[in-house]
């Protein structure tokens, strides 16, 4: 570290999720299958997501930015949300820093290209496991955000849902407020 800044951005936190049914039926139903499935997608997602990487390049006074394809990251599975409730999800942590091979060195990772498509590389990951979720013989029905796992009720869902729940009440009094 050249600087020892307070303010400093080590790491940056991408977080990945499957709808609540996939959650509900591998972790408390047991079919660890599901949860290899979210590893999967994990991979194919985060393999986009890198090739979005970019370091910065600085000339001349300004700042520009050069394609690298490549990201430091580890990635952390959850199995439960803040308020407890099942939740697998994959915390990946991609470290500020990435090679640049034309300069032979590593340099700050550039994430505005990441950020600016994470939409897609989220749909990426739903496509993925969707796919592979009907691929273990579930059926699949649609919802707003994406799918949930037929069969499961939204009621199970709703109860399992305690963060989501307090996020909604929060955002509601927030605008009443408004």
């Not at 999720?17 to 079919?31: E, F, M």
């Not at 697998?88 to 590593?106: C, P, Y």
């Amino acid at each position: 570290v050249r600087k020892r800044v307070k303010d400093r951005r080590v790491f940056h936190d991408f977080v990945v999720a499957p709808p609540k049914s996939v959650s509900l039926l591998g972790l408390l139903a047991g079919d660890a299958r599901l949860s290899e499935a979210h590893a999967a997608s994990c991979t194919a997602a985060m393999a986009q997501l890198e090739q979005l990487a970019a370091c910065r390049v600085r000339r001349g006074g300004r700042v520009e930015e050069r394609r690298t394809g490549e990201i430091v990251a580890a990635g952390f599975q959850h199995d439960a949300s803040r308020s407890l409730d099942p939740q697998l999800h994959t915390h990946f942590v991609v470290f500020n820093a990435s090679w640049d091979a034309v300069e032979g060195r590593w340099k700050s990772l550039e994430t505005w290209r990441m950020f600016e498509h994470l939409g897609f590389v989220t749909e990426v990951y739903r496509a993925e496991l969707a796919r592979r979720v009907q691929d273990l013989g579930y059926r699949l029905r649609p919802t707003k955000g994406g799918f949930e796992i037929a069969g499961v009720s939204e009621a199970l869902i709703q109860r399992f849902s305690k963060r989501r729940q307090a996020i909604l009440a929060e955002a509601s009094r927030l605008e009443e407020e408004l």
